[in-house]
């Protein structure tokens, strides 16, 4: 039997063509880890059927995944809302970051773990906030809406503590990485955190907060892509599968109210 050899050439070239077609595949998508992180962990071996390779780059903080996208380090990320997205392009002059689906809400709790109803909050208490502008601006709606403060204005999402008209229990302020909120619970009177790092503090929102965001909450949770690669296949693909009945399933049995799907 005659074995037909294939020149190195053309078999080189042939098996270039597959690594390229393979390396176009590969989607790497920044993320914070909970529960961010988990959606696109249940979703991979979907993907992994449509030919998209999801590889999911976890971060701790909220810099980092936006400034990866904006220098092109990752395709895109999975944490974020609007507000804050609005905020990071005007402080970081990146205008090439764009929304592709809503996929969550996260709705943004106040915690205690010395009183139990916003009454028994006392004069002078210390409240611990995140101090990026649009969580920050977050919290202290959320405080309006519960009585603690007043605002000049309760749908300005980019309040400040410049805008606070009324605190009438004198109420002190500490602004802080919102990353590290769980971990001084224990040092103020109450704290707003942000779901993400509540779930990773192993505190439910829905159980175990003082006073919750509703669910017409503004703030979903976005896939963010660029304006180079939003149209492409494989972002399309993982907004469409962010986006289905299993996903929503998912997070309502898995997070239990913590998480609401906005689709």
């Given at each position: ?63 980092q ?64 906030i ?48 919102a990353?590290?909120l769980?971990r ?5 009177d ?74």
């Amino acid at each position: 039997m005659k074995i037909k050899l294939i020149p190195a050439l053309i078999l080189g070239a042939a098996l270039g063509f597959t690594a390229a077609a393979h390396a176009a595949d590969k989607l790497v998508i920044a993320a914070t880890p909970v529960p961010h992180a988990e959606i696109l962990e249940h979703i991979k071996p979907a993907l992994a059927k449509e030919g998209i390779d999801l590889q999911i780059k976890v971060f701790t903080d909220y810099v980092q995944p936006a400034a990866q996208t904006n220098e092109k380090q990752v395709d895109g990320n999975f944490f974020l809302h609007q507000p804050y997205l609005d905020q990071f392009k005007k402080s970081h002059k990146n205008d090439i970051e764009v929304p592709v689906t809503k996929v969550h809400v996260e709705p943004f709790a106040a915690y205690s773990l010395k009183y139990k109803k916003v009454a028994d909050i006392p004069d002078g208490a210390t409240i611990a906030i995140p101090n990026d502008p649009s969580n920050s601006g977050r919290a202290l709606l959320l405080l309006a809406r519960n009585g603690l403060i007043k605002l000049k204005d309760t749908s300005n999402i980019s309040s400040t503590q410049k805008d606070i008209t009324e605190n009438p229990k004198k109420l002190k302020f500490r602004a802080l990485e919102a990353a590290t909120l769980p971990r001084v619970l224990n040092q103020v009177d109450v704290a707003l955190i942000n779901t993400n790092y509540a779930l990773e503090a192993k505190l439910n929102p829905v159980k175990d907060s003082l006073f919750i965001e509703d669910a017409n909450s503004p703030y979903a949770n976005l896939l963010v892509a660029r304006e180079d690669n939003k149209d492409s296949a494989a972002i399309k693909k993982l907004a469409a599968a962010l986006n289905t009945a299993d996903v929503k399933k998912f997070i309502e049995e898995k997070y239990q109210g913590a998480v609401v799907p906005a689709f």
